[in-house]
């Protein structure tokens, strides 16, 4: 196996740009010593709260924390239902499983790789209680038409924005159209901290009093507990990290785009790959194939001989790991993306001269 020449996200470009003001931020909380709910964690979710045009936003310590405050704080448990896509990372399934509920799938759309929001009223059930549409690599779902099954049948839309934020549907950023988004920012997301953290987004006032006494052991005053909640702050120093990238967001997003668009040119040609779309709004937190006729794992060999990194995001469906197998039916889609998916290097700082890398070995792959 060769080295590594271009992985498929590199973080240190970024750091070695920021490195004064990274430094400078972490030197203002070693100076206040204010580690837990400092300073930096408000000033960041007023910030944050502009910048996606909500009311609230609420720092906690993962996305999949995130995730799982805002189903309790809507109230979902157990034998409750909540409808998801079965093709994403485990968080997503995992946090409705944590409250009590059940996660019901619905098969993905292969063009989009998001749920396919024309199956959703069929899964809806006496026990439904909530639709998660997942952004998938970036991607918005059609959250017009999920808002609207949720107002016809009384449902909560929890959107999970881990792999979005920076995203817009229809110029409005994911994560808050619906009644509670949910972030990560995990190192290697768009914007990503230098350890864990994630954020809940709403414009619910009582949503979020719920979501913030949740995230502190279910108290709103000190050694007042009124219901068991957790341990899920988000980290001073992650914060004031955070503050410092969060201005440099939106330029992040369009490198990515333009980066995307380069790849679907050159790739335009070739019959045996599908491109993702670049439509409006899509952040592209990864840049992810299909690749056909079985090739996928020959291509990604092929590639990392060449010190290309590649990952595949996700090689098993949700349904089928080992905490739901056999509990549902098959979802060919999904199954057919898990065989497919193939992610190739993506980043604000990836240069044009490493994507060239990529894009001659690709294309010399397939004898382009």
Not at 31 to 52: H, N, P, Q, S
Not at 133 to 158: N, T
Request: charged residues 25%; negative net charge.
């Amino acid at each position: 196996m060769s080295e590594i020449r271009i992985p498929i996200l590199d973080l240190k470009p970024e750091i070695d740009e920021l490195r004064p003001e990274l430094l400078a931020a972490i030197e203002r909380v070693l100076d206040r010593t204010d580690f837990i709910m400092g300073e930096d964690v408000g000033a960041f979710e007023k910030e944050v709260a502009e910048y996606l045009g909500v009311k609230h936003a609420i720092g906690v310590n993962s996305g999949t924390d995130a995730l799982v405050i805002a189903l309790r704080a809507l109230d979902i448990g157990p034998g409750d239902e909540v409808i998801t896509t079965p093709f994403t990372f485990f968080a997503t399934a995992e946090s409705i499983s944590m409250v009590g509920a059940k996660p019901v799938f619905v098969d993905i759309d292969l063009n989009t790789l998001n749920m396919d929001v024309g199956g959703i009223e069929a899964a809806i059930t006496g026990r439904t209680k909530a639709i998660m549409p997942v952004h998938l690599y970036g991607r918005p779902v059609d959250m017009g038409r999920v808002m609207a099954l949720a107002e016809q049948h009384g449902l909560k839309v929890v959107e999970d924005c881990a792999q979005s934020f920076g995203a817009r549907w229809q110029g409005q950023q994911t994560g808050t159209v619906g009644h509670m988004g949910a972030y990560s920012f995990f190192p290697s997301k768009n914007l990503g901290a230098y350890g864990d953290g994630g954020l809940i987004a709403t414009d619910d006032d009582a949503l979020a009093d719920t979501a913030r006494m949740l995230r502190v052991h279910g108290s709103r005053k000190k050694y007042h507990n009124e219901t068991v909640g957790y341990n899920s702050r988000l980290d001073t120093m992650q914060a004031a990290i955070l503050r410092v990238k969060l201005p440099h967001m939106d330029r992040a997003n369009a490198h990515r785009r333009a980066v995307a668009e380069r790849y679907n040119a050159a790739f335009a040609d070739m019959s045996g790959l599908v491109t993702p779309e670049a439509v409006e709004g899509h952040s592209f937190h990864q840049y992810t194939l299909r690749v056909l006729d079985g090739r996928r794992d020959e291509l990604q060999a092929a590639l990392a001989e060449q010190g290309i990194g590649t990952m595949i995001y996700y090689p098993i469906p949700q349904d089928q790991l080992p905490i739901y197998k056999g509990q549902y039916p098959n979802y060919p889609h999904s199954e057919q993306a898990a065989q497919q998916a193939l992610s190739l290097p993506m980043g604000h700082k990836l240069s044009e001269a490493d994507q060239a890398e990529v894009i001659r070995a690709v294309r010399e792959f397939f004898g382009a």
